[in-house]
């Protein structure tokens, strides 16, 4: 039976199985301060999709998720429609990024008060719970939990805030093990028919993770990164006002990026992407 296309995202394609099941495939597109450039990284969608199954699989104990099966191209994850709730669930575990720019404001991070005299990249006390609004057009913005609460509903809240928590905590210790540290991170949580919470959209990639390499850690600066922020670094250097349509991006930037990703998939699930790519199934166990 045919699949419908039905959406489209910044990098995924979104198509319609039957009644219960999506499609979401995965493309090698790469955005920046949310404008998709005319670039492409090779192997990124399939990074995405092999690298959200392996989380799906490792984190199934502690919340439910969307995953039924990856076909054999490695970027088309075959999926359980859900409702999904309207914000992005956003934890921190180090002071970066847009936290960063709060912290130095205001000493505070989406209201969590934060000890003084902080820098950047520094390790937080304990990992914190940050949402955001979904913006179809503009750019994410961090909300407060009493903003959140509005839009999803105090109880509800409490219960995406712990098991947000509780999936970070664990991906991050599994990380550092393999050399990652894993900064902060976005996750798409939505409700099946019954009610019950499940993890959705794409889980710990470089697409919505910020990672470090544990090696060269140093609080005070900014750090080396396995995620995107490389084409950020470049795109920033161009005098792009970040409006449509952005830069276009240099080989030697696509090769770094490309192996980047690479080398993150592979540390983090010790599989060697060649055998993923023959056989998707071995990050699911």
Request: charged share 30%.
């Amino acid at each position: 039976m045919p699949e419908t296309h039905i959406a489209s995202g910044k990098i995924r394609e979104v198509y319609s199985i039957d009644d219960e099941r999506l499609l979401l495939v995965a493309s090698d597109r790469i955005s920046t301060f949310d404008v998709v450039l005319p670039t492409e990284i090779p192997d990124k969608g399939r990074v995405l999709t092999g690298l959200s199954g392996y989380w799906f699989t490792v984190l199934a104990p502690i919340v439910p998720n969307h995953m039924l099966d990856i076909r054999d191209d490695g970027r088309s994850m075959e999926c359980r429609r859900l409702e999904m709730l309207p914000i992005e669930c956003v934890v921190r575990g180090y002071l970066a990024g847009s936290g960063w720019k709060d912290y130095r404001a205001s000493g505070e991070v989406c209201g969590h008060r934060l000890p003084g005299g902080l820098r950047e990249s520094n390790r937080l006390p304990e990992p914190i719970f940050t949402p955001a609004t979904k913006a179809q057009e503009a750019h994410d913005e961090n909300i407060t939990r009493e903003q959140a609460a509005e839009l999803v509903g105090g109880e509800r809240l409490r219960e995406v805030e712990e098991v947000s928590l509780r999936l970070y905590t664990a991906a991050a210790e599994h990380a550092l093990r393999a050399g990652i540290i894993i900064a902060d991170t976005k996750f798409e949580l939505g409700l099946d028919p019954d009610g019950n919470l499940v993890l959705g959209d794409e889980a710990l990639t470089p697409d919505s993770s910020r990672f470090w390499p544990a090696d060269s850690y140093e609080p005070g600066r900014a750090q080396d990164s396995f995620d995107k922020q490389y084409v950020r670094n470049y795109c920033e250097t161009t005098g792009w006002d970040k409006t449509e349509p952005g830069p276009e991006l240099p080989a030697h930037v696509v090769q770094v990026t490309r192996a980047k990703y690479h080398e993150a998939f592979e540390r983090l699930t010790t599989i060697p992407f060649p055998a993923y790519l023959d056989d998707p199934s071995t990050v699911l166990g």
